[in-house]
């Protein structure tokens, strides 16, 4: 059971440069989401999904697309890379009920040139 | 809409002295209540939750949680703080489909 992965763990890109990054989870969770963390902001809500096929905005949405064909995975484009866009990204995926709890993935470090 | 207050960005401490972390919640509706702990350059690790029952909650390294409805807090605390204990952490709250998170709280412990 690998919980949440996420690839790569380091990025560089240029600006103007497109680029997916990728989340899977194996705990069967039908909510996902993505975060950016910034220094001094802590974690700000990209895109959620509460399932197959259903994606929605969270507070910081613009300039990123997602897509859930699967249970298992999340992606995250960048269309057109920002300078603004450099910052650590994370996964995460969350039990519902009584269980409720969002399990991180490790995170991806992104630097925009 | 939820929101989550952590009234300190960072708290200083000594090895070994007791530490409390404040973090606030507004709400209209019932809650479920939960603490992260972040090392440098790692992912966030869930270190307690509170979803219902006793409204003291222990948590991982030795960490517990006080649910109070009627201040509308969850306060960390731990009674004896070590060097590993230095992290950031985040308090948040779940809503039906998003959870909320405070701004951090880097607890720095020095020997």
């Known amino acids: 059971n690998a919980g949440v992965t996420q690839t790569p763990k380091f990025q560089v890109l240029k600006t103007g440069q497109s680029m997916t990054l990728q989340c899977a989870q194996d705990m069967n969770h039908e909510y996902m989401s993505w975060y950016r963390q910034d220094p001094g902001m802590g974690l700000r809500l990209i895109h959620y999904s509460v399932g197959a096929g259903i994606t929605d905005q969270g507070e910081v949405p613009n300039g990123y697309n997602v897509s859930r064909s699967t249970t298992e995975d999340f992606p995250l484009r960048l269309l057109s890379a920002a300078p603004s866009q450099t910052s650590v990204y994370f996964c995460?995926?969350?039990?519902?009920?009584?269980?409720?709890?969002?399990?991180f993935g490790p995170g991806t470090r992104l630097t925009v040139l | 809409a939820q929101s989550v207050t952590q009234l300190d960005s960072q708290v200083p401490v000594f090895e070994e002295a007791p530490v409390e972390l404040r973090c606030n919640y507004s709400?209209?509706?019932?809650?479920?209540l939960f603490w992260y702990v972040q090392y440098p350059n790692q992912g966030l690790q869930l270190l307690l939750k509170?979803?219902?029952?006793?409204?003291l909650v222990k948590g991982i390294n030795g960490f517990e949680a006080e649910f109070n409805k009627s201040q509308t807090s969850f306060h960390l605390r731990k009674p004896s703080v070590h060097i590993s204990d230095t992290a950031e952490y985040f308090c948040a709250v779940s809503g039906p489909t998003k959870f909320y998170f405070g701004s951090g709280t880097k607890l720095n412990v020095k020997p």
């Open positions: 709400s209209s509706v019932s809650v479920y």
């Open positions: 995460a995926s969350r039990s519902q009920g009584s269980t409720d709890t969002q399990y």
């Open positions: 509170y979803l219902s029952g006793s409204t």
